[in-house]
């Protein structure tokens, strides 16, 4: 069964940071592009971030930039983002999903094998 599972939400005061973590079961996550994505209540999925196969390029959303990372780890099976700085504004729950085509032309529709997310909560 093709799967991916989302981890390392929890509960941050604004200014502080989170990693979380995006594994997959079933297949390589080597082998697909990954995003990450979040959706607040009331609100569309929003695409943050994606890093392509190799690791050689990254793409963030500009309401994360400079404030978020994505990596791989191929060793583990698992990609990363790393959240910095955290505001109010993002909370939300955190998805991540695969795609097989690179990731400056795949577009949300192109993204599957969702998981079930990771809440994260930026409160003081």
């Known amino acids: 069964q093709l799967q991916l599972v989302e981890s390392g939400g929890g509960l941050v005061q604004p200014g502080g940071s989170l990693r979380l973590s995006c594994v997959a079961s079933g297949f390589r996550l080597a082998d697909s592009a990954i995003g990450w994505f979040r959706q607040a209540p009331g609100k569309e999925r929003e695409w943050l971030s994606c890093?392509?196969?190799?690791?050689?390029?990254?793409t963030y959303a500009d309401s994360v930039k400079d404030r978020f990372t994505i990596s791989r780890n191929y060793a583990w099976n698992t990609v990363y983002l790393q959240m910095n700085s955290l505001k109010r504004e993002d909370t939300a729950v955190y998805y991540c999903a695969r795609t097989w085509r690179a990731c400056r032309m795949a577009s949300t529709g192109d993204y599957s094998g969702w998981g079930q997310g990771t809440q994260v909560t930026v409160s003081s």
């Open positions: 890093i392509n196969r190799s690791a050689a390029t990254t």
